[in-house]
């Protein structure tokens, strides 16, 4: 807070057109403005500029407005179950504040009532977090559902005799219930095997998110049978406010990411070179995004913005197939 700015700095700073201040100057210059008027924020009035490298070349800022994250965040909330996100759920958040991911999340939170808890700090003791807030839903990327699954299936390999024929047939079964559409809770197993699992993400979670990756149907299976509860696989851009497609959490299939979302609309385009034809049975194509969570553009790159449009759609450089 006291801590001053070296003046090598502020002059290279300086050089760039920009000026560095303290928080404490900040502080200080608003008790001696007389100006006390605060400006209500607009729907289409940037918040966050996030930065992206997209698929190649340098970062590129991607200005977040108000009312793209709020379309987002609403519409993943109308995805999520029948039972959408209120002021009774919570969350632990521990993803990276700048990403898109964390920001969507944090939306619903916002326009919910879902309560929300920072973690300590550390990811290593992030289990300690999970188990004092209990979360109700648990946002996730595949690299952590990957550990949580080799740390229970770790465990799994370690139970021999009539114990290990248990944890063996449980898992089995709840497969199969699984593909069947018969739902993901067992009155027996869930109390005598799963529930000690289940404490991993705190024994309260009823929602399980996964996105930025693709991630194996092997895992997202096991987590969806460990937990009792869906895992919602979504897909988006930062350029898209994060959740463009998501999962219904009654879908028993995997190695998909669902339909997109009500602030969306969604076309393949043609890339002949590619053989990829929106025409083909089944069609595919590069995926392109309109709708009110898309960007504007990015901060002060005229030139990259007009490259990531093809008149009013979003060319997202990945290929889909419907």
Not at 284 to 304: A, D, L, T
Request: aromatic residues 10%; glycine residues 10%; charged residues 20%.
């Amino acid at each position: 807070f006291d801590e001053d700015i070296p003046q090598a700095d502020r002059d290279l700073a300086a050089t760039a057109g920009i000026t560095l201040y303290t928080i404490k100057e900040v502080y200080e210059a608003g008790k001696a403005s007389d100006d006390k008027t605060f400006n209500e924020p607009k729907p289409d009035d940037f918040f966050a500029f996030s930065y992206t490298s997209g698929t190649t070349g340098d970062p590129k800022g991607v200005k977040l407005s108000h009312k793209m994250i709020i379309g987002a965040a609403h519409a993943v909330n109308t995805r999520v179950g029948d039972k959408p996100i209120t002021e009774e759920d919570c969350y632990v958040s521990y993803l990276p504040a700048a990403h898109s991911f964390e920001q969507a999340v944090f939306g619903m939170s916002c326009i919910s009532g879902m309560k929300s808890g920072f973690f300590a700090g550390n990811v290593l003791k992030l289990t300690e977090d999970i188990g004092i807030l209990k979360p109700s839903l648990f946002p996730s990327v595949p690299r952590l559902w990957n550990r949580i699954y080799g740390k229970i299936k770790d465990g799994m390999s370690a139970a021999t005799g009539v114990k290990g024929w248990l944890v063996n047939r449980a898992v089995t079964s709840k497969l199969a219930y699984l593909k069947a559409g018969q739902g993901l809770e067992h009155k027996f197993y869930d109390k005598i095997v799963f529930k000690k699992m289940k404490m991993l993400l705190g024994g309260n979670v009823r929602i399980m998110i996964t996105g930025s990756a693709p991630i194996s149907g092997e895992v997202l299976d096991f987590l969806k049978i460990c937990f009792s509860a869906p895992v919602c696989e979504g897909y988006g851009m930062t350029e898209t406010c994060a959740g463009s497609c998501v999962t219904f959490p009654e879908d028993p299939e995997t190695g998909i990411v669902g339909g997109p979302l009500q602030n969306v609309k969604i076309k393949l385009r043609d890339i002949p070179e590619m053989g990829y034809l929106s025409s083909a049975n089944p069609p595919k194509g590069e995926i392109c995004f309109w709708g009110p969570s898309i960007m504007k553009g990015y901060y002060k790159n005229p030139e990259k913005t007009a490259e990531a449009f093809h008149g009013e759609w979003l060319l997202s450089g990945d290929v889909g197939m419907v």
